[in-house]
């Protein structure tokens, strides 16, 4: 009796399964839960991140690069248009855990005296856009934790460095990056950020939030025009303190430029007048301005190798 039972449990269960199947097949042929998918065509766009992770087993192999001011008082000819000069340099490495869920590392120069830094991040793909507009946007969240292993300045109490312990070196970066793609051309994004310091200069803010929004714009079959831009929410006070007294001037970061693709690779001409590229570091310190001739020009390199099977 009780193998009869189990037997009639277990083919209404394949019964079921095979229906729940079929409408999922139904509704796929249908394009109902169809899914939208290169919203843009990289983890990235000049600063700020995309929406997009990486495939299941795909490596993706990062190169970024920034050079020193195109004019201005440290430009110019006589610095070659700041070829001559690095502001910073990142390499990182992106793995695919899942098609949804993609884990990071990098290690990068650092453009203030908070150098040498190594980054952690997760991405998570929580929402993704539909072609019928059942879910008009995508969602990804995106974590990473910053450690700078830069001597620790002991003799000056009001520098960036002056580490006493470990935990003064960790920072940390939350964002909700909500993209949508209107068409085969055109798609923006919004990032909500929030970023965090445990150790700043004096009357400089720990926790900062701030919002970038970007988007990307097809001009041919391989080219595209890239934009971005973040705007922090500074404590106006504090603010004021650091550029009477400290004489740093902060501006909002803004980045534009051409993204080329070519088979594997992505390739990124931009300009910016952030000098860092680190999201700890160019969001809460951008202190060159467009205006003065402040901007400088970069490149980042994308290649993605497959390293298995699903």
Avoid: C
């Amino acid at each position: 009796m009780k193998k009869k039972i189990f037997m009639a449990l277990m083919l209404s269960a394949t019964y079921g399964y095979g229906q729940v199947e079929l409408e999922k097949e139904l509704l796929s042929t249908s394009g109902a839960r169809e899914k939208v998918s290169a919203t843009f065509k990289s983890t990235r766009l000049i600063n700020g991140h995309t929406n997009e992770t990486i495939h299941k087993n795909e490596l993706d192999f990062k190169v970024d690069h920034r050079f020193g001011d195109i004019a201005g008082s440290n430009g110019g000819l006589r610095q070659f248009f700041g070829l001559d000069n690095s502001t910073d340099i990142r390499i990182g490495f992106e793995y695919g855990i899942s098609d949804r869920l993609t884990a990071g590392f990098a290690r990068a120069k650092g453009a203030t005296t908070v150098q040498q830094l190594y980054e952690g991040s997760l991405k998570f793909r929580l929402l993704e856009q539909t072609v019928n507009e059942h879910i008009p946007v995508a969602v990804t969240l995106f974590g990473s934790s910053t450690i700078a292993a830069v001597r620790a300045n002991r003799e000056d109490p009001s520098s960036a460095t002056a580490y006493e312990n470990f935990q003064d070196r960790l920072n940390y970066v939350a964002q909700m990056i909500i993209a949508r793609k209107f068409n085969s051309n055109f798609s923006i994004v919004i990032t909500p950020t929030y970023v965090h310091r445990n150790f700043t200069v004096f009357r400089d803010q720990n926790d900062l939030f701030a919002i970038g929004a970007g988007g990307r714009a097809k001009i041919s079959k391989r080219m595209a025009v890239v934009i971005d831009y973040f705007l922090p929410f500074r404590n106006q006070e504090d603010q004021t303190y650091l550029e009477q007294v400290g004489n740093r001037k902060f501006y909002n970061p803004l980045g534009v430029g051409l993204e080329i693709e070519t088979g594997g690779h992505v390739f990124h001409l931009n300009f910016t007048n952030a000098t860092a590229i680190q999201e700890v570091q160019f969001i809460p310190e951008t202190t060159s301005s467009w205006t003065k001739g402040q901007y400088r020009w970069g490149f980042g390199i994308s290649r993605r190798f497959t390293l298995g099977k699903d």
